[in-house]
């Protein structure tokens, strides 16, 4: 019984792994603890040996105007139409403190007659409100962009169009650092773009992961998982009982309790008979 318990304290530290690395709503986390957005671009050419790398970039849409369950506004989908609402995330390492003015270009493209979007155009970094570091981290000291991991997070409308097409498509987003904002390149970094100062090399692979399919699957593989190890621990347990039965000595077997007194009351009889017979035991 000790190896059975053993046996089950393994599968059940077994389970716990393999079910610990997500968080319960379908999303994964990577190797610097922070939650992997599901849409996340797969595929995107980014600026190489640059001071500044982009390791993370998104683009949702959904319909405009003031969301309300059950209204259908909030899609957050990959495919964009002309006025919608997008939402652009990006995750980006500086490798160094930068000693000079830091300006970052954002420009979604658009599609058909729906126009393109700057959502920054040149900007000093150190100005634009929407991007975060870590907790304790600073994103600018005395106007120069610092070292660490940063986040941007913005918001903004795609214009109206001006034919009667329906156009939907996935919008590219292309991102740019620079240190002259007189410059046609972006010496800095960047992603999605031809004016890096270096070479390009592409990482992910092409189109956005679906939220709902990722959650489902995650959860039929958990899932799948521990019924697996229920079933594995059960076949274990029976067969080492099994086996601790097939191994025991056999017990010598009693007779039935009714054939206990019958076998008790002649044995009686017969003592009697014989006392009755021999009458000199009986007088003696």
């Known amino acids: 019984m000790k190896f059975v318990h053993q046996a089950l304290l393994s599968l059940v530290v077994l389970v716990v792994s393999v079910s610990g690395n997500n968080n319960g709503y379908g999303n994964y986390y990577n190797n610097n603890g922070q939650s992997a957005s599901n849409k ?3 595929e995107f050419s980014v600026c190489s040996d640059s001071l500044i790398t ?8 959904d319909s405009p105007g003031t969301y309300y369950y059950g209204s259908g506004k909030y899609r957050n989908s990959e495919t964009c139409q002309a006025g919608d609402k997008g939402r652009v995330h990006m995750k980006f390492y500086v490798k160094e403190i930068i000693q000079s003015t830091t300006y970052i270009t954002v420009y979604v493209q658009g ?29 600018c000291n005395n106007g120069f962009l610092q070292a ?13 169009q001006s034919d009667s097409y329906q156009y939907k498509f996935r919008p590219k987003v292309e991102v740019g650092f620079t240190s002259d904002p007189r410059s046609d390149h972006y010496d800095l970094g960047g992603a999605n773009t031809q004016k890096c100062s270096g070479n390009l090399f592409f990482n992910w692979s092409t189109r956005p992961d679906v939220a709902i399919p990722e959650a489902l699957k995650s959860f039929i593989i958990t ?12 076949f274990v347990g029976w067969y080492i009982t099994k086996r601790a039965h097939a191994s025991a000595p056999a017990a010598t077997k009693s007779p039935p309790l009714n054939d206990a007194f ?17 009458k000199n035991l009986v007088d003696t």
């Open 262 to 278: 019958a076998y008790s009351a002649e044995n009686d009889f017969r003592k009697q008979a014989m006392l009755g017979a021999n």
């Open 40 to 42: 996340t671009y797969s």
């Open 54 to 61: 982009v390791d993370e970039l998104s683009i949702t849409c």
């Open 111 to 139: 599609y058909g007659t729906v126009e393109s979007v700057y959502v920054h155009a040149v900007e000093d970094i150190c100005g634009v409100s929407s991007i975060y570091g870590k907790t304790g981290t600073t994103l």
């Open 223 to 234: 899932f799948g998982i521990l019924i697996f190890c229920i079933a594995a621990t059960s």
């Open 148 to 160: 660490g991991y940063f986040y941007l997070q913005e918001t903004f409308y795609f214009g109206s």
